[in-house]
């Protein structure tokens, strides 16, 4: 247990549905992040906030979209997706401290049919 | 953008022996992080060196940065079971610890 709960674990949605996926953290941590995971593939940053403000979005398509209502809550609602986006998405968080290290959720693997 | 190499991709060994598995830079490292992955789970955070020559120790798994700051191991001694999933190397480039880009991982099998 790391202290960053994703919820669901699990999601299969069709190519026009719009769902949500959700990242909590009571880490005290100002700084939230979106990592997506595909098979045989780095994990690739695709968004981060700090202090609730998106400071980076890795040219990720606008069918994702990020919102960060408070340092302890992060989102990602999907919509129109495609089967390539079928993936481990992956929620972080880290301390405001230089060098401090980021704690991962456990990860929310989805599947685009 | 930074990129980091891993090697070997994939690894298995026998319980009890040791391994090595390496993360190389194409900048320098203002920070290397290891973590550990389940398969299909999150990341666990192993360790964190920052400092060239620097060498950190937990449990039987010991990570070294180089001098240089653009190579770092990961060393296993006297594997278990336990210690099978995927190594992830996380490098800091921008001295600010604001994201990490992270290597493709090592997958380890640890066979009794």
């Known amino acids: 247990e790391t202290g960053v709960t994703q919820t669901p674990r699990h999601l299969v949605m069709g190519m026009t549905n719009k769902k949500s996926l959700k990242c909590e953290q009571h880490?005290?941590?100002?700084?939230m992040y979106w990592y997506k995971q595909s098979a045989k593939k780095p994990l690739e940053l695709m968004f981060v906030y700090n202090f609730k403000e998106q400071t980076e979005n890795n040219s990720v398509p606008s069918r994702f979209s990020p919102e960060c209502p408070n340092s302890s809550h992060l989102f990602l609602h999907l919509h129109t997706l495609q089967p390539e986006d079928s993936a481990l998405y992956l929620c972080a968080s880290s301390g405001r401290t230089e060098f401090t290290e980021a704690f991962f959720g456990q990860g929310t693997r989805l599947t685009v049919v | 953008s930074q990129e980091l190499e891993q090697s070997p991709q994939s690894l298995i060994v026998q319980e009890g022996k040791n391994l090595t598995i390496n993360c190389t830079s194409s900048?320098?490292?203002?920070?290397l992080y290891w973590y550990k992955q389940k398969y299909g789970e999150g990341l666990i955070f192993l360790m964190m060196?920052?400092?060239?020559?620097e060498e950190k120790s937990h449990e039987k798994i010991t990570a070294k940065l180089d001098e240089k700051k653009q190579q770092s191991s990961l060393h296993i001694t006297a594997s278990q079971p336990s210690h099978a999933g995927i190594y992830l190397c996380g490098a800091d480039g921008t001295g600010t610890a604001s994201k990490l880009t992270f290597g493709t991982g090592t997958r380890l099998q640890v066979t009794l």
């Open positions: 880490l005290g941590h100002n700084a």
């Open positions: 900048k320098t490292l203002y920070g």
């Open positions: 060196l920052q400092k060239g020559g």
